[in-house]
């Protein structure tokens, strides 16, 4: 999905082109990507990665492991004019980190305005622990009734990897150079960076009130407890 959104039919127009170009790289490697008929889990496609495609791994005998040879990424496409740092919702940002597999952000840069449309760079993010860290933290500072999908993170470019040239291959060489593990580590260990992440201290305050015959409620005292 192209992140300018004010840029119209400029903007809707590189979305779909990133959208195919990156569906154009999995038919190349032959990687199954399933696109979402509708973006309210925060991806744009679900791919079928085999693990053997994400580097040196042995060879694992016992059938139930084989039977997992695939990672199930969830994958998020941004579009933008070169320059412009991408963003992201953080409702988006939480669904991806929520899924049981790998999640990244592959985002497409354009340089030149004119037709024909084309991307001159690309870039990968992986959501990893550290996104995880982000997103809870952000979702727990927000405001009482303000909903995530109000919020945008910003993608900064020093947090990517860049796919150099933008092709199939560099994107293949890029996944491998991730260093997943297997499908069941994986998401284990999923699970334990967003528990270690846990839910931080949020503010509450202590009321105290008392009543006499001039007022019938007067406040005493806040006692605040956990305030940062």
């Known amino acids: 999905m192209s992140d300018d959104s004010n840029q119209g039919n400029d903007s809707d127009a590189l979305g779909r082109l990133g959208e195919s170009q990156f569906e154009s790289w999995c038919s190349a490697l032959q990687w199954v990507a399933n696109r979402a008929t509708e973006d309210r889990?925060?991806?744009?496609f679900l791919v079928y990665v085999p693990f053997s495609d994400l580097g040196d791994t042995p060879l694992l005998s016992t059938e139930d492991v084989v039977a997992r040879r695939e990672h199930l990424v969830a994958v998020q496409v941004k579009a933008t004019r070169a320059g412009r740092t991408p963003r992201m919702k953080l409702s988006n940002l939480r669904h991806l980190?929520?899924?049981?597999?790998?999640?990244?952000?592959?985002?497409?840069?354009?340089?030149?305005?004119?037709?024909?449309?084309?991307?001159?760079?690309?870039?990968?993010?992986?959501?990893?622990?550290?996104?995880v860290g982000e997103s809870i933290r952000r979702h727990w500072e927000l405001e009482d009734n303000v909903p995530t999908n109000a919020i945008e993170v910003s993608m900064p470019v020093n947090k990517t990897t860049l796919i150099d040239p933008p092709v199939a291959l560099s994107f293949q060489a890029v996944f491998r150079s991730l260093g997943l593990p297997d499908p069941d580590t994986y998401s284990r260990d999923k699970i334990d960076s967003r528990v270690a992440a846990g839910r931080p201290p949020r503010p509450f305050v202590l009321r105290f009130t008392t009543k006499n015959d001039a007022e019938v409620m007067k406040e005493v005292a806040d006692w605040s407890v956990g305030l940062r």
Do not use: C, M, Q, Y
């Open 97 to 131: 980190i929520e899924h049981p597999g790998p999640s990244v952000v592959v985002i497409f840069e354009a340089d030149s305005p004119k037709l024909p449309l084309t991307f001159e760079r690309a870039r990968l993010i992986r959501l990893d622990s550290t996104w």
């Open 41 to 44: 889990r925060g991806f744009d």
